[in-house]
């Protein structure tokens, strides 16, 4: 069941992209707000470090997804 | 705070000279595009974490997991146009951390302070990209160097970025390999007659050991409209070598205990989404998800949300909230539970089941004429951010950025 509803969403994803329209240079005012950017903050820098450290899971952040750093 | 004040304003003339120099050298021409190294941008970064708890894999799963950290980050970007205007960008990006920990301590609990009481992380990396506007990609390679008492690391990785004609939609491929390389610092009481500590000098003989660790990703980033835009990531790894800590204790139920012991190679899926999305005029609204799963039986879901909110255009307030939910590697039990003919076994707490959270928030400033009115201080954001675990472990956590641009 858990990999249904996981499939679910990425099915959502897929169709959400393909519904998308077309945004122009001069229409992105709001897009290239630095609050907008599809990655972690310079500040969250050290945060990602003790995630790594104190769990499990790691990756798909924009970070280390192990290695380098004495964790796995 | 007036003598940093100070120092920062000093800093940033010494950048504009260094500009003026630069343009000097190769000429000022206005019939000629400029192709000087350009001074872009440097952060520093500086954060305090702290924690305590009560089951350190050192001693078992049980007893203190007290650590601070004071961490701090420093990196500087450059560029340069190349004849063919394509956008070279360097980045140099120096770290260095100083922790001490209580459990680490507890290596040696005979000797106060052993190799692990405290100790320096220091983690160099360089990057260069090449921006190529007319054929729309960006390709990039880097190389990081990290070292602790017991560590080392060499990492090396490279990317392509390809944007589509509209400039909406971004695809993005990356690997990295680092190969480590660990110093077997075994427990006092479970080192064979001969073996040394691992203390300065009490090394000769001592056992080395790799581990390897390889990942690739792949991201499709899309503008779906002129005020969302979202983020897929998938970035299997691979991870070979000795990937159990040979300092970590686990005592089995018939009242034994040895070190440490986890298979030489793990395989690893994490799936992410990012989700950005402009409301009104004055919220901003960032999202995270991932899915992640491991071959040692480890299952987690992680989701973070940030509401940055523009008090004004020049000030922002951030809270967010994190929380990670995650089961038990099938190699964990706690102190005294496992069974001695198992072939694998850990008591560490982090592969443990269990909820966090993080809950804070961020106060951001980027005042037109700079911060202190020293122009070239372009921005600074402080975090305050609280983890619990459901564990019972907690942690506090401080960071500061600067930006000079």
């Known amino acids: 069941m858990k990999y249904l509803n996981n499939i679910f969403l990425w099915v959502v994803f897929v169709l959400v992209l393909s519904s998308c329209t077309t945004v122009k240079e001069y229409q992105k005012s709001r897009i290239n707000d630095s609050d907008m950017e599809l990655s972690s903050r310079k500040s969250e820098k050290f945060e990602q470090a003790f995630y790594l450290y104190r769990e499990g899971a790691s990756g798909a952040n924009g970070g280390k997804s192990g290695g380098g750093c004495g964790c796995n | ?405």
């Open chain 2, 1 to 405: 705070m007036k003598k940093i004040v100070l120092a920062i304003g000093l800093y940033c003339s010494f950048l504009n000279a260094g500009k003026a120099q630069l343009s000097t050298y190769y000429g000022d021409s206005t019939n000629f595009k400029k192709r000087t190294l350009k001074f872009e941008e440097i952060n520093i970064v500086s954060g305090y974490y702290v924690q305590d708890g009560n089951n350190s894999a050192i001693t078992g799963g049980i007893g203190t997991e007290q650590l601070t950290d004071f961490a701090n980050s420093f990196d500087i970007t450059f560029s340069k146009i190349d004849r063919y205007n394509r956008t070279h960008t360097f980045n140099v990006d120096f770290n260095i951390d100083r922790y001490t920990s209580a459990s680490s301590d507890n290596i040696d609990p005979l000797t106060k302070s052993s190799a692990s009481r405290s100790d320096v992380h220091i983690y160099p990396s360089i990057n260069w990209s090449v921006k190529d506007d007319a054929a729309r990609t960006t390709k990039s390679l880097g190389y990081a160097f990290s070292t602790e008492y017991d560590y080392r690391s060499h990492g090396f990785n490279g990317g392509l970025t390809f944007l589509s004609k509209d400039k909406n939609t971004e695809y993005s491929l990356k690997g990295s390999a680092y190969l480590d390389t660990y110093m077997c610092i075994l427990p006092s009481e479970l080192r064979p007659a001969d073996y040394p500590s691992g203390a300065h000098r009490d090394q000769a003989g001592i056992a080395y050991k790799p581990r390897n660790t390889f990942s690739g990703s792949f991201s499709i980033a899309q503008v779906i409209n002129q005020r969302l835009q979202v983020m897929g990531i998938i970035e299997p790894g691979y991870q070979e070598g000795m990937l159990s800590t040979p300092f970590h204790r686990v005592y089995f139920s018939n009242g034994n205990h040895t070190t440490e012991k986890l298979p030489s190679t793990k395989i690893k899926l994490p799936i992410g989404l990012r989700v950005s999305y402009f409301g009104g005029d004055k919220l901003v609204i960032r999202g995270f998800y991932r899915f992640y799963v491991d071959d040692w039986g480890m299952m987690a879901h992680t989701a973070n949300i940030e509401i940055p909110y523009k008090i004004s255009p020049f000030f922002s307030v951030m809270p967010f909230y994190r929380v990670n939910n995650q089961s038990a590697a099938k190699y964990f039990n706690k102190y005294g539970a496992h069974d001695p003919s198992e072939q694998y076994y850990t008591s560490d707490y982090d592969l443990s089941k269990f909820i966090s959270e993080f809950v804070g928030v961020g106060l951001r400033m980027a005042p037109p004429g700079g911060i202190a009115h020293v122009v070239n201080w372009n921005s600074m954001e402080l975090r305050y951010g609280y983890y619990h675990r459901s564990n019972g472990m907690v942690g506090h956590s401080v960071s500061l950025q600067i930006k000079i641009k």
